[in-house]
């Protein structure tokens, strides 16, 4: 089992510019997340989702999109990329079923926005 | 939503010594609470984790504790050793989400 997989592990973007930072579980996990985090900031969630078809936003949402399509694939979406966007992404799974349980993550995305 | 306190924000012991983070968090319906070790460069990973129905936890040489009524927990790292140097973020959930703590920066001293 590959776990976890986030790409690309590295990305700059010119202020304004798009992205989609892609992840993929195949351990069948029901739930899954993006955190963002920042140098002494702890892991902040961005978007969650319990299931194909079904996502909720997180603490700090704004100037994200995600979906969900199938048990297997989160996207994470950028839309206008701003300085403030600068960290590291850290997409995770779990299986579910109430509260979380253990999340595992991938190997994050360091994202810089000039 | 669920807040959650993590102290200190940085802590060294000596390599034998043993070391103590607390966490606080505020929603009374929060029912499971993990940590999660961070090595420089790489993914969070689970150490140990707790529910609401039991007040203490050990694996070996770390333990967890809980306490609902004052809403707190902590872990508990004995006989430290360099490779338990890292960042320790405490969780804590009562639905889907789970909040974590700022972390804790963990030197061990040879």
């Known amino acids: 089992n590959a776990g976890v997989t986030q790409t690309p592990k590295f990305r700059i973007l010119k202020i304004g510019q798009s992205m989609t930072l892609q992840c993929a579980q195949d351990?069948?996990?029901?739930?899954m997340y993006w955190y963002r985090q920042d140098p002494g900031m702890g892991l902040k969630l961005i978007y969650y989702?319990?299931?194909?078809?079904?996502?909720d936003k997180g603490e700090v949402p704004n100037g994200y999109n995600v979906s969900r399509s199938t048990t297997e694939d989160f996207p994470l979406r950028l839309e206008l990329a701003a300085p403030s966007q600068t960290s590291v992404y850290f997409c995770?799974?779990?299986?579910?079923?109430?509260?979380?349980?253990?999340?595992?993550f991938g190997e994050g995305s360091r994202l810089t926005v000039l | 939503g669920e807040n959650v306190e993590q102290h200190p924000s940085t802590l060294s012991v000596q390599e034998g010594d043993s070391a103590v983070i607390k966490c606080t968090y505020s929603?009374?319906?929060?029912?499971?609470f993990p940590w999660y070790k961070q090595e420089l460069g790489k993914r969070p990973q689970l150490i140990i984790d707790?529910?609401?129905?039991?007040g203490e936890k050990k694996d070996q040489r770390i333990a967890v504790t809980l306490n609902k009524t004052a809403k707190h927990f902590s872990l508990h790292i004995t006989e430290t050793q360099p490779e338990d140097s890292a960042v320790y973020f405490c969780?804590?959930?009562?639905?889907?989400?789970?909040?974590f703590g700022k972390g804790t920066k963990l030197s061990v001293i040879p």
């Open positions: 995770a799974s779990s299986y579910g079923g109430g509260p979380p349980g253990e999340l595992f």
């Open positions: 351990m069948n996990h029901n739930y």
């Open positions: 989702s319990v299931g194909a078809g079904i996502t």
């Open positions: 929603d009374s319906a929060s029912n499971y």
């Open positions: 707790i529910r609401s129905n039991v």
């Open positions: 969780a804590a959930s009562g639905s889907y989400q789970l909040t």
